[in-house]
């Protein structure tokens, strides 16, 4: 606590070090006159590349700037630095080495980087059905080892991988370079995957829950192996390229009138198949794990199969925009829309899943899956910061000397739509669904958050549903 204490006093310190004013020789800008950036110094940084902080800054050494934009450049590039969630804090500031000179200062406390973690879940497709649905069944979980790694050369790169057991057994490996050439403009990642489970879902019913094929053998199958190319010239807009082979083999019983002979829209129970992915994004926010305020926008055309139509062959399209707004009183408001189409409209089980996996869902609607070809969601919430403190960690650890809460109380409302053929469709298909709640968002370490809220949907059902995310 001393320390954390004392860190305000040392950075002023250190500032006055970097700019080479003594006590009695205080300099002042001239917010009037044009400044000019003479160095960027970084200190905290002992395993992250100098190149790969200065990448993020929206300044350089040489600038000539006003006062004005230089304070709007430093919060921008701090937003960008931590963005890149490679750090615990990130503080800037400028030293003044005369009326028209100045250093910019980069304090940094690096994250943890490397996480043995122990695994556990549930197959389910979220913890409230798997508590609720089935009763907490632990025959109904796997378990392992997720090894992560998440500055392995200290260019931001990500090395994870993962073993699993239990109900569903699974290899993973994932590496990622977002940034790989001398003008830090492109970047690749890879991986492969490999997964065999005893229960899977073969079939949505007329209300809309899954219907569960549970076998006493590892009856479904599924292998991948891809590789991503990436393009960042700015600061803000980021695309990707992603081709991707897939393998899939299920019991031959599946694709009888029991079952769903739809589910592979195939003749044979295992296919092969390629997806070819380009994904668009502009990220400006605060925090990208918790936005406070800033934009997202996003957009993915997605080409799955070699054909056009039948097997599992789809064309798609999705588009996202996310706004966050500040508002006073310490209130925070949310708008968010997504909106996907699937092509042909006549296509096999698995590609027509839509709401309820993932994150597109709505709140209060856990418990249920809307398949479809075409579906848009809204949801606007609103949010308000009750409280925020740190508890020092007991035992001296430079990486992690406190931890963070911040609580944010919210309320809610969601609507959306589900469009589907008539040979496909359930009670809350191709109508206009509503939800409503409220809830309480808790933040810890590392943008670690844990939502806890209560929802009413149009069914009349009410209940308290638990969602929790994790930056590592």
């Avoid at 993020?56 to 937003?79: C, F, H, P, V, W």
């Avoid at 998440?150 to 260019?155: M, S, V």
Wanted: charged share 20%; glycine share 6%; net charge positive.
């Amino acid at each position: 606590m001393y320390l954390i204490k004392k860190i305000p006093v040392l950075f002023f310190l250190y500032s006055l070090l970097l700019s080479e004013v003594s006590f009695g020789q205080v300099t002042a800008v001239d917010t009037l006159q044009p400044l000019i950036v003479s160095k960027i110094n970084l200190l905290g940084n002992r395993r992250t590349k100098d190149y790969i902080i200065l990448r993020e800054m929206r300044l350089k050494a040489g600038d000539t700037l006003t006062y004005a934009a230089l304070q709007q450049k430093i919060k921008e590039s701090k937003a960008l630095v931590y963005n890149t969630n490679m750090f615990t804090t990130v503080e800037m500031d400028y030293a003044a080495e005369d009326a028209t000179h100045v250093q910019i200062n980069v304090m940094l406390l690096e994250r943890w980087y490397i996480y043995p973690i122990p695994q556990f879940a549930w197959i389910d497709r979220n913890f409230n059905e798997w508590y609720n649905t089935y009763n907490a069944d632990f025959t109904r979980t796997y378990y392992g080892i997720k090894f992560s790694h998440f500055n392995l050369t200290g260019r931001s790169d990500q090395l994870n991988f993962t073993v699993l057991n239990g109900f569903s057994r699974s290899l993973l490996l994932h590496y990622n370079l977002p940034l790989s050439n001398r003008k830090m403009t492109t970047g690749f990642s890879f991986g492969a995957g490999f997964n065999e489970t005893k229960l899977f879902p073969y079939k949505t019913d007329s209300s809309n829950r899954l219907l569960q094929y549970r076998g006493s053998n590892y009856d479904k199958s599924t292998f991948n192996i891809y590789g991503t190319y990436r393009i960042r010239k700015g600061f803000y807009d980021r695309h990707a390229i992603t081709f991707q082979y897939n393998s899939i083999q299920i019991i031959d019983s599946i694709l009888t009138p029991k079952y769903n002979p739809g589910y592979l829209n195939a003749n044979n129970n295992s296919v092969e198949y390629p997806d070819l992915m380009y994904s668009w994004q502009h990220v400006n926010v605060d925090n990208i794990n918790y936005p406070l305020h800033g934009v997202i926008w996003s957009a993915l055309l997605h080409k799955r199969g070699w054909g056009w139509k039948g097997g599992m062959n789809m064309l798609s399209f999705e588009g996202n925009y996310n706004r966050y707004l500040l508002l006073p009183a310490n209130l925070y408001l949310r708008l968010q829309g997504t909106a996907k189409i699937r092509m042909p409209f006549q296509l096999s089980y698995i590609n027509r899943r839509m709401m309820g996996y993932g994150d597109f869902y709505l709140r209060g609607l856990e418990y249920y899956v809307v398949d479809g070809a075409a579906a848009g969601i809204t949801k606007v919430t609103f949010a308000k910061k009750l409280i925020a403190f740190r508890i020092p960690v007991p035992f001296r650890i430079k990486q992690l000397p406190f931890i963070p809460f911040s609580f944010y109380a919210k309320t809610y409302g969601d609507a959306g739509y589900c469009h589907t053929l008539p040979e496909y469709a359930a009670r809350l298909n191709n109508r206009m669904l509503y939800t409503t709640g409220a809830g309480l968002d808790l933040l810890s370490i590392y943008d670690s958050r844990l939502s806890i809220e209560y929802s009413l949907n149009q069914l009349g059902e009410k209940g308290l549903f638990l969602h929790a995310r994790s930056s590592f």
